[in-house]
């Protein structure tokens, strides 16, 4: 008899709550065939790479640089689309080429369906103003400006009056957490403190994307990961598409819906994290996330056992006895009528319960630990192997989906490094 088998449950519709809804959606960004080349030579260098000539063998005869290959990929609407890849991949130049802080050679970039390659400078700067937020690296804030200053700025800019564009810098201050600092002169705030103004400053406008360049990389590796956290939680508060840049492949599985593997200026995989690790599409992918400790990347959805029958709280423990006589198992979850999860009961004490006249409600064991589906294995590993009983996976809606055991946990491990290494 398995533990994991433990459980059952009438049939709960499971939905899907990967992103598969929104690849009906219109893209919010597309880009297609773009090419950039830096330098003069750029037509030449163009030849040279139709010709088949590398990255290396185009500079050393052109001294042009192809930076981007025949890029394209599409961004659905509220997504964190993470570009990653080794330094001089590429990234940076195809984030840039985004709002257009760089040109690129030859190639789209359809916002909303509008090519902001082809925009005259006025078009160009309303397009940045209210729908590309940008946040760099190095902060880049005014040093002699306020906190409240420098957020309010691109409101200054664009003549909004002083006591509206206060108004709004100290909202968004306060969303971002650094309300009560408007006050204060960047060089009195730590980095990470910094880095919110940054954000803060790009999210006045209220921009529908966000491009981030390695906005937390130059962060202490804890301060970064509240950043980061911060960042998981106003996306989900804002719901803002954000393309986000990086290096680091840990950032990169932690923040990103989707990643885009770049290699010498082309992107070699775009996948979900777990379809990046699992089923890497070329030797250099599975070279990139050789190392990856899986317990980080996988969640408690993906490790649950999805649940089947249920029995609801009011069915007494006579049929409760029955259900797990029936299927052969040593315990069942009890939920209510609105599906919520009230706790579990033994066949010992089902059986005792119906010897004594007691009902369900009397039995109930009723600390059985829960976890939520997004719940990373590495944070409730400890959690599950302690536990006496399968814990539950419950949603924020208290609805109960699906129940995690010691032997689960095993199984989904030895699977996905079967799968990483069938592909090796
Ligand atoms: N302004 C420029 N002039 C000439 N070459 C450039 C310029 N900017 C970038 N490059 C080159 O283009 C290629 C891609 O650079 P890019 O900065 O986009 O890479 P990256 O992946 O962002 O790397 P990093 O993380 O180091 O910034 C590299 O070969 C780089 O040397």
Redo the contacts with the bound molecule.
């Keep these: 008899m398995k533990l994991e088998e433990s459980a059952i449950f009438e049939k709960i519709p499971i939905e899907d709550t990967t992103i598969e809804n929104t690849t009906s959606l219109q893209p919010i960004i597309s880009v297609r065939n773009l090419t950039k080349v830096?330098?003069q030579n750029w037509e030449r260098a163009l030849e040279l790479h139709s010709s088949g000539r590398t990255k290396d063998e185009i500079y050393e005869e052109t001294g042009s640089?192809l930076?981007l290959d025949d890029v394209s990929f599409d961004v659905i609407p509220g997504e964190t689309f993470v570009l990653m890849?080794?330094?001089?991949?590429?990234?940076?130049?195809?984030l840039r080429c985004i709002n257009r802080l760089i040109e690129p050679t030859e190639g789209e970039i359809l916002l909303d369906g509008e090519d902001i390659v082809g925009m005259g400078q006025e078009e160009l700067r309303e397009t940045r103003r209210s729908k590309l937020g940008m946040i760099f690296q190095s902060f880049a804030l005014l040093p002699h400006k306020t906190v409240l200053d420098n957020v309010a700025f691109g409101l200054e800019i664009q003549g909004v009056p002083a006591e509206e564009r206060h108004t709004k810098a100290e909202e968004v201050l306060q969303m971002v957490g650094l309300g009560g600092y408007g006050g204060s002169m960047p060089d009195e705030l730590s980095g990470g403190m910094k880095q919110r103004v940054g954000l803060a400053r790009a999210l006045t406008s209220d921009p529908d994307i966000l491009l981030m360049d390695?906005a937390f990389s130059a962060l202490d590796p804890l301060i970064r990961r509240d950043m980061q956290d911060e960042l998981l939680d106003l996306q989900q508060r804002l719901g803002k598409t954000i393309i986000f840049?990086t290096?680091d492949l840990d950032e990169a599985l932690k923040l990103g819906d989707r990643i885009a593997l770049?290699k010498d200026?082309a992107i070699v995989q775009v996948g979900t994290p777990e379809e990046i690790l699992t089923n890497p599409e070329n030797a250099y992918v599975e070279k990139f996330v050789a190392d990856v400790d899986l317990t980080r990347v996988l969640t408690a959805s993906e490790v649950m056992r999805r649940p089947e029958p249920v029995a609801q709280c009011t069915a007494g423990p006579r049929v409760a006895l029955h259900l797990m006589e029936e299927h052969d198992i040593p315990g069942i979850f009890v939920i209510t009528r609105q599906r919520m999860l009230r706790g579990r009961v033994t066949l010992d004490a089902a059986a005792e319960a119906v010897k004594k006249g007691k009902q369900l409600a009397d039995i109930l064991i009723t600390d059985v630990p829960i976890v939520a589906p997004d719940a990373s294995l590495s944070d409730i590993i400890s959690l599950i192997v302690e536990s006496p009983y399968p814990v539950a996976v419950v949603d924020d809606t208290g609805r109960l989906r699906g129940v995690i055991s010691r032997g689960a946990i095993l199984a989904a491990l030895a699977r996905k490094g079967e799968d990483v290494n069938a592909t090796a």
């Design positions: 830096f330098g640089t930076a890849g080794l330094s001089g991949s590429g990234k940076s130049t195809l390695e840049v290096h770049m200026g």
